[in-house]
């Protein structure tokens, strides 16, 4: 590995998937990235459905995407642009070994 690489991983809601893939298709073209559904379950209720306080999980989309660290600001501060506000839940963790099989 050349420097050190990250996984970017955003959970986001459903309402904002369409406009997150645009957003990440200009953003990441090297090694393109992955989403999926899947429950988020937080202690804060704002924006829940009464079903979802219920069952206390809320459906969201997760993105991850493999990336360099010199494209990692440009990332973040292109997605605090596009989606300022919008309660996107986003963590960076270093990646120790990447490969394909």
Same mark, same amino acid.
């Given at each position: 590995?050349?420097? &050190?690489?990250? %996984?970017?991983? @955003?959970?986001?809601?459903?309402? %904002?998937?369409?406009?997150?893939?645009?957003s990440l298709l200009l953003l990441e073209s090297e090694h393109g990235f992955s989403s999926f559904s899947v429950n988020g379950?937080?202690?804060?209720?704002?924006?829940?459905?009464?079903?979802? $306080?219920?069952?206390?999980?809320?459906?969201?989309?997760?993105? $991850? %995407?493999?990336?360099?660290?010199?494209? %990692?600001?440009? @990332?973040?501060? $292109? @997605?605090?642009?596009?989606?300022?506000?919008?309660?996107?839940?986003?963590?960076? &963790?270093?990646?120790?070994?990447?490969?394909?099989?």
């Amino acid at each position: 590995m050349n420097g &050190t690489e990250y %996984l970017v991983t @955003l959970n986001i809601p459903p309402s %904002l998937e369409e406009m997150m893939v645009d957003s990440l298709l200009l953003l990441e073209s090297e090694h393109g990235f992955s989403s999926f559904s899947v429950n988020g379950h937080h202690h804060v209720n704002k924006g829940l459905s009464l079903a979802e $306080q219920v069952t206390g999980c809320q459906k969201c989309m997760r993105f $991850q %995407l493999y990336m360099s660290a010199d494209k %990692l600001p440009y @990332l973040l501060e $292109q @997605l605090h642009q596009d989606f300022s506000g919008s309660g996107i839940q986003y963590w960076v &963790t270093p990646v120790i070994e990447y490969g394909i099989i």
